[in-house]
């Protein structure tokens, strides 16, 4: 458990670390001049805190669930030599941490291996999603990774029928397989944190004409395997459809309010459970628009500020493109430059110029207002101390920890 902090997905703390304070505060200071009449101020020449790295899109699963299912299998992915020059040019620029996540899975990417050696040769703290059905690939890694780095295993089940409908194979790989990779892949380095991934599935959610298998009542079961498998924790977050018409990822679309407190109810009767299995063997972490749901907040978790301010500290970088949110990878009006736009200098400061004008022109409010953001309170505290008046001093450090945003 001391691999795990409270703050995990405060993201607010993350950006006051004392490898990241100097950032925000010029950050703060040049939104202070843009608003009170200095529009010709240049953005702070820094590289994102943290990026999503999409090596390819490339899936061997058919989740229907899967928000990135449009760009999934285009035969699209970033070569090797661009990902050296890339990472390289921005870690010479503040990069402190990289996801490889989104658009396919990870394991897949022919080079993958070397990837995640090269991020750490570079001293990044790295993070990795994967469907699980390559752990050879990540055992081949695991030597190379440290406390602070993690790998998450998107599960979202912790029966064998629940598994396999809601993540449809393509590959022979089953529930049990992946459990049993994941207990020698803990033993072989036991510092890094391993999470079990768990999209909560609800009664009702239906996809493209497709139901899908509710998974609430498997919430204390999958605690009970993540302690008998040695994950360290289980990460719930809520289940989002991306809406066909804005290609927005939404929560709780078109649920009546007595539907939505039925489903509260359920899952937090589920949840409970679930931590009196957890004990202190295992932490549950509650991603920031579950916690909102579950409070009767999921309209509120949708109201964003005019400006999306960690678009600044963090973008995607993907095969189709660098966009500025996770949630809206592929999405034309979030694509800040092309996938090599962080491969040089000359590059670096041309894709920071448009990142300028996207954090100046792109409407959160409007663009996002069916969106229940990740990244909703750490957007709101930048868009308070901007308008406080506070001086940027005042902002307290905290101890630098984990760089993931």
């Not at 990044?124 to 998450?152: C, H, M, Y």
């Not at 792109?362 to 505290?381: I, L, P, Q």
Request: with cysteine.
């Amino acid at each position: 458990m001391e691999k795990l902090r409270k703050r995990e997905h405060d993201f607010s703390s993350k950006l006051r670390q004392e490898s990241t304070i100097k950032r925000l505060r010029e950050y703060i200071g040049w939104q202070r001049d843009l608003r009170q009449g200095s529009p010709n101020q240049p953005i702070p020449h820094y590289s994102p805190v943290s990026i999503n790295l999409d090596l390819t899109s490339a899936c061997n699963f058919s989740c229907p669930f899967c928000v990135d299912s449009t760009l999934t299998n285009s035969g699209k992915k970033l070569k090797l030599a661009d990902i050296k020059k890339t990472l390289e040019t921005l870690r010479s620029y503040g990069l402190l941490s990289v996801i490889l996540i989104g658009g396919g899975e990870p394991t897949l990417h022919k080079t993958f291996s070397e990837v995640v050696r090269f991020i750490k040769e570079r001293k990044l703290q790295v993070g990795i999603v994967t469907n699980g059905s390559k752990l050879d690939a990540i055992a081949a890694i695991v030597p190379f990774l440290e406390g602070k780095d993690w790998i998450r295993i998107s599960i979202d089940a912790s029966q064998e029928g629940t598994f396999k409908e809601l993540h449809r194979p393509r590959r022979k790989v089953s529930l049990h397989q992946i459990l049993e990779g994941v207990k020698r892949i803990t033993e072989a380095n036991p510092a890094v944190s391993i999470g079990y991934s768990f999209l909560v599935v609800w009664e009702g959610i239906e996809v493209n004409g497709c139901r899908l298998k509710s998974n609430v009542d498997e919430i204390h079961e999958t605690v009970e395997l993540a302690e008998k498998y040695g994950f360290d924790y289980v990460s719930l977050k809520p289940c989002l459809i991306r809406l066909e018409e804005s290609h927005r990822e939404s929560l709780l679309d078109k649920v009546d309010k007595d539907r939505e407190e039925e489903i509260i109810e359920k899952i937090k009767a589920a949840l409970e459970k679930a931590k009196g299995a957890a004990q202190d063997k295992v932490k549950i972490l509650e991603s920031v628009n579950l916690r909102a749901m579950l409070e009767g907040q999921a309209e509120g978790i949708k109201k964003q500020p005019k400006m999306c301010h960690l678009q600044f500290f963090r973008t995607v970088v993907s095969p189709s493109g660098i966009f500025h949110c996770p949630s809206l990878r592929g999405v034309a009006e979030a694509k800040i430059a092309e996938s090599g736009g962080y491969m040089t200098e000359e590059k670096l400061a041309e894709t920071l110029q448009t990142t300028a004008k996207s954090v100046l022109s792109f409407d959160a409010a409007k663009e996002c207002s069916v969106v229940g953001c990740f990244y909703h309170d750490a957007n709101w505290w930048l868009e308070d101390f901007i308008h406080s008046g506070k001086d940027v001093s005042e902002i307290e450090e905290v101890e630098d920890e984990n760089f993931f945003l």
